[in-house]
């Protein structure tokens, strides 16, 4: 059985060194996290300088 | 507008009511100045009115026929305004009445339902009481360890061993048992050991016994871990909420301080954490009227809620600052019910072991 939109391979080695690129790959973790702070709980952006 | 469809539309209004008559008539701080019980006084008789206490009654014994949907919006209003409405030990007896049909069950349908009665309960795992036969009714023995008992409680939800057999009974508390009271953080929840030495019981106190007792006591394990899930949604999502408002008006160097990345980060990762919580704690709802895995749902659901709450509790008092220590803040307000929440019926690890032996056998059913 294969989980995660279709992402995963089904060989566990394979799919557990790719979830390390899926960290990064489509916006990463971090980007993810500044996306829900900002659209989801309306906090400020961050100022430009 | 099909059934389902008019029973969400109910269920969304009963949460925008509640929310707003305990924004209204309940103050955060009512507890902490007096009592649990005392903070009631005044709140249990308007809460009766709306017609909470009748919510789980079936429609032909006066109440409103709801199922747990219903209660679960409830639960996570009372959560979201630390209120100390006893409402879980009144549903779960409720709950034990459905299923007996005598005199005294349907007079304590309608004394919980008008706010009258006052039920406390055992927690699940909470002590061991025996029944004995006597001439004109029953006699009971043992000990129940921090039960859920309001001051002021006019009847006890609990188990018992009835024979070799397990039973369900309310009885009457009527000064016969010994009661000591813990003192704890949490005001909003009143415990207590209560101790029975010969303590007489009429036949009709108890509801249930046998298999039908083993389903019921499973039921409202479930019934429970999904309330307090419930409550535990709640109070997170008020408490993140006010994290989030504080960081943004809140300034340091020149800027609110939610427009630093360290901050929303963190916030971010709290609001996920919350979400899957929720979803898990609406599986679990949605299970607890139709599947045979109901229990171990809810258990799943209660451990998540629980650990989430806590978690972004203690983040909220951080994210605060100083302000956030001080006892003028309500953050140590919501930590304090978080983490009750989560000692409540055990801690994550004695519910993992309790959950363990259930997965085990359906593993090797699904296996053979």
């Known amino acids: ?49 | 507008v099909s059934a389902q469809g008019e029973n969400d539309a109910f269920v969304a209004e009963l949460a925008v009511i509640a929310r707003r008559f305990l924004a209204e008539q309940a103050r955060r701080r009512a507890p902490y100045e007096t009592t649990a019980s005392q903070a009631c006084l005044s709140l249990t008789p308007k809460a009766a009115e709306l017609g909470w206490f009748l919510l789980a009654t079936p429609e032909e014994r006066g109440g409103l026929g709801q199922d747990f949907a219903a209660l679960g919006a409830l639960y996570r209003e009372l959560g979201r305004a630390l209120s100390p409405l006893p409402l879980m030990t009144a549903m779960m007896a409720v709950h034990a009445l459905r299923e007996a049909s005598s005199d005294y069950a349907n007079a304590m349908l309608d004394s919980i339902g008008a706010g009258d009665a006052v039920v406390g309960a055992q927690l699940p795992h909470g002590g061991a009481v025996h029944v004995s036969s006597a001439p004109d009714g029953f006699v009971l023995d043992g000990r129940l360890s921090h039960a859920l008992l309001p001051d002021g409680a006019t009847h006890l939800l609990l188990q018992a061993d009835l024979a070799g057999e397990p039973a369900v009974l309310l009885i009457v508390l009527d000064g016969g048992v010994a009661i000591k009271r813990h003192e704890i953080w949490d005001r909003t929840r009143e415990l207590a050991d209560v101790v029975f030495t010969g303590v007489r019981a009429s036949a009709e106190a108890i509801l249930a016994k046998g298999e039908q007792a083993v389903r019921l006591i499973a039921d409202r394990s479930a019934h429970f871990d999904l309330a307090l899930a419930c409550d535990c949604v709640g109070g997170a999502e008020q408490i993140l909420d006010e994290t989030v408002e504080y960081t943004r008006t809140r300034r340091q160097f020149g800027r609110e301080i939610g427009s630093f990345q360290a901050l929303k980060h963190r916030c971010a990762d709290m609001k996920t954490e919350l979400e899957a919580a929720k979803a898990l704690t609406a599986r679990a709802a949605s299970a607890i009227d139709s599947s045979d895995r109901a229990a171990v749902i809810a258990a799943g659901a209660k451990i998540l809620a629980a650990q989430t709450y806590r978690a972004i509790a203690m983040d909220a008092v951080q994210m605060h600052g100083g302000i956030g220590f001080t006892w003028e803040h309500d953050c140590h307000l919501f930590l304090k019910r978080a983490l009750l929440n989560e000692a409540l019926g055990g801690s994550p690890e004695d519910y993992k072991d309790r959950l363990f032996e259930p997965m085990r056998l359906a593993v090797d059913a699904a296996r053979a």
């Open chain 1, 1 to 49: 059985m294969t989980l995660g939109g279709g992402h995963e391979t089904g060989n566990w080695m394979v799919d557990f060194l790719n979830s390390y690129m899926w960290t990064i790959a489509g916006g990463t973790n971090e980007i993810q996290r500044t996306i829900i702070s900002e659209r989801v709980l309306k906090m400020p952006r961050e100022k430009l300088s």
